[in-house]
């Protein structure tokens, strides 16, 4: 870490200036050379052309010079602003699951400004490394806000989030974070676009750059692999990704660094999926139904109870097919999940042909009640 004045003096001493020569070459006192260097004053704006000449620097790199040796004094304070960028990055991902994403918006954006202008402030520093562990998740973060909040058909907003945190990631070389970032992007591709190409493209290289740091994240995109390769009707491949997330998943340890996004019902979430496009809706069906049961994220569980009453009603079971889409409304009304919404007005669609039954026309009125207040 650069110590008190260190860059200003360092410069001053190479050009072989003492305090007080440097002083009376600039017209001030040697009093004013030391604030200069302890960070206690800034030159005057009329002494820096002066300044920058007498040490043979540019006006930009005597900026730098100022500002590296005012902001080495607050590095402590830096790291406890970053860390409170932190924690607030979190605390509004814990809540994400919970209210609605365009709550957050205003919040979230409020962190990524701040983070804007530390990083203005910031030389190369730990503070500035950690700085960009919090810009990557802020950014992922907000790329999963802006989404959620358009009902998945922002792609563009949500993209451009994902790609900052993409750089952010690999600037500082946080494989990590930069196959979350890849995966969540892989989401907009399978699930907005619905360009099962480019998904498993972002999935397979999410994959690749996990492998050799987490098998959580590598077993969550895997998953997601799977997903892709069933939406485009190759089994074979699909069940491949799926067994080869399965084991990923049970070589992870309590130390994997994404040990926080695994939960138990991933994988029969993200299997029922795969199941219900290959068309095995009996399968899909009863991993669909595990996964609700044990589902504690409550966004999740609306788009698990959607997919749920899918698979029931391609089997003919219209009673239990409106009690799933029931309960995935019960949830969508609260946290107006993108996702949730999207996989119940799908489910409506097929319900068409039911719709003068009693048990449907129930549905549809929250439906349109939903619609209303989209």
């Known amino acids: ?71 080495s004094e607050r590095q402590p304070e830096l790291l406890m602003t970053v860390d409170g960028l932190r924690q607030r990055t979190q605390q509004l991902d814990e809540q994400y699951d919970h209210v609605p994403s365009t709550s957050l918006l205003a919040q979230a954006g409020h962190v990524l400004a701040h983070i804007a202008v530390l990083r203005e402030q910031m030389p190369a520093s730990r503070a500035r490394r950690d700085l960009h562990v919090v810009e990557v998740e802020a950014e992922t973060l907000m790329g999963q806000l802006v989404w959620d909040a358009s009902q998945r058909r922002d792609h563009i907003s949500a993209r451009q989030h994902y790609d900052k945190a993409v750089a952010a990631a690999r600037e500082i070389g946080n494989a990590a974070l930069e196959g979350h970032a890849l995966l969540r992007k892989s989401y907009v591709a399978l699930y907005g676009e619905r360009d099962a190409r480019s998904g498993l493209e972002l999935t397979q290289l999410a994959a690749d750059t996990t492998s050799s740091v987490s098998d959580v994240l590598t077993g969550l995109a895997l998953l997601h692999t799977a997903e892709a390769h069933a939406m485009t009707g190759h089994q074979w491949d699909c069940e491949t990704a799926l067994s080869r997330a399965e084991a990923r998943f049970a070589a992870a340890t309590t130390h994997d660094v994404a040990g926080f996004l695994f939960s138990p019902s991933q994988f029969n979430r993200m299997a029922g999926s795969c199941y219900l496009h290959l068309g095995g809706h009996r399968r899909a069906q009863a ?44 949830v969508v009304e609260e946290t107006r999940g993108g996702g949730g919404l999207n ?32």
């Open 287 to 330: 991993l669909l139904e595990t996964a609700a049961s044990g589902m504690r994220k409550r966004k999740s569980r609306a788009i698990v109870l959607g997919n749920l009453s899918l698979a029931r009603l391609r089997q003919g079971e219209l009673a239990g097919a409106a009690d799933a889409l029931h309960e995935a409304i019960d």
């Open 343 to 374: 996989v119940v007005f799908g489910v409506g669609r097929e319900l068409r042909p039911w719709r003068s039954e009693h048990i449907v026309d129930e549905v549809y009125d929250r439906m349109l009640s939903l619609m209303t207040t989209a």
């Open 1 to 71: 870490m650069t110590t008190r004045g260190e860059n200003l003096a360092q410069r001053r001493v190479a050009m072989g200036h003492s305090q007080t020569t440097l002083a009376k070459a600039l017209g001030v006192t040697r009093q004013t050379v030391s604030r200069w260097e302890c960070g206690i004053l800034k030159p005057a704006a009329w002494t820096r052309p002066r300044l920058a000449r007498t040490l043979n620097v540019t006006l930009d790199q005597l900026e730098c010079l100022i500002t590296a040796a005012a902001i």
